[in-house]
């Protein structure tokens, strides 16, 4: 018995066509090459706004840390 995948209904329902020739036929899409580009894309971008989001964390902690500072050097 196979093993029908929840993405692979998604696949269904957007496309029958392409289900059943990647599924049954055997047949691969193409573009394979652009998908993982765009992966890889995706996982710099992914990394860049995890390094904004601790330079923003970090910049907020300076900014108290002055304040905190003039307010306890007066």
């Not at 193409?30 to 390094?51: K, M, P, Q, Y």
């Amino acid at each position: 018995m196979d093993i029908i995948r929840a993405s692979e209904l998604g696949e269904y329902y957007y496309c029958a066509r392409a289900w059943w020739l990647r599924r049954v036929a055997g047949q691969e899409p193409d573009g394979a090459e652009r998908r993982a580009a765009g992966t890889a894309s995706h996982a710099r971008h992914g990394r860049l706004v995890a390094a904004s989001q601790r330079l923003l964390w970090i910049g907020l902690g300076l900014f108290v840390g002055g304040i905190g500072l003039v307010i306890w050097a007066s």
